[in-house]
């Protein structure tokens, strides 16, 4: 049963009731990364009440959008291939919302799977495709990534490692990847800081991850 009754026999009201719930699309969300521990999800939407987030995963389940899963002695959360059908919904809501960010307020923050979702959102395929294979160790906040880009193929992992050009940055490189500030520009002003590599990787980072504001 739905959380949720909008009354209405349309495909947009059945989606809505499914998942337009407060916190259900983050969580398939971050599930979209990997699956996750009930303790990772709380985790990662710090936010989220307890109850909340028990009642959410509930009805996600329910609607056969998760599953609970055995990996090595702990239950997992993980998406079903329904719910995977969902990722171009979330990376189109996520270019769509771009567009609306703005500055970031004091209290919000960054994390790892918000992150890499969205370095899925804005990576080129076809862009990456004309250029050299390239790692990037990325730390953006308390997120620590390494993003393997070769030719149209993207894998953002969690950690560290060896890269080709390393640099960290906060929320502000929102603006290198809407094109807002240029990559020599972003250098010069400490918004990136260039920690290992060539600064003028950042010029193909920019070229492969980008995203209109």
């Known amino acids: 049963m739905a959380a949720r009754d909008y009354g209405q026999y ?14 259900a699309l983050l969580i398939i969300r971050d599930l979209l990364v990997g699956p996750r521990r009930y ?12 109850n909340i987030l028990a ?7 329910e609607a056969g959008i998760i599953r609970r899963a055995p990996r090595s002695r702990i239950i997992v959360y993980e998406l079903t291939p329904y719910g995977r059908e969902l990722e171009p919904v979330v990376l189109a809501l996520g270019t769509w919302g771009f567009k609306a960010m703005g500055e970031p307020r004091e209290e919000q923050i960054v994390t790892p ?4 979702m969205a370095l899925r959102t804005a990576f080129r395929p076809a862009v990456a495709a004309a250029l050299p294979a390239t790692v990037y160790g990325a730390h953006l906040g308390p997120a620590e990534l390494l993003i393997r880009v070769d030719g149209a193929a993207l894998d953002v992992a969690r ?3 060896p890269a ?25 002003t400490g ?8 600064g003028d990787l950042l010029d193909r980072f920019a070229n492969t991850f980008h995203l209109a504001a």
């Open 39 to 50: 303790g990772e999800l709380a985790a990662g939407l710090p936010r989220i009440p307890s």
């Open 10 to 23: 349309c495909g947009v009201t059945r989606a809505l009731e499914l998942v337009g719930e407060r916190w």
């Open 55 to 61: 009642a959410r995963l509930k009805e996600l389940q």
């Open 159 to 161: 950690g560290d490692g």
């Open 113 to 116: 799977d918000s992150m890499t």
């Open 191 to 198: 918004v990136v800081e260039v920690l290992h590599g060539p």
């Open 164 to 188: 080709d050009l390393a640099f960290a940055a906060g929320p502000d490189i929102r603006r290198l990847i809407s094109g807002e500030l240029p990559p020599a520009r972003a250098i010069e």
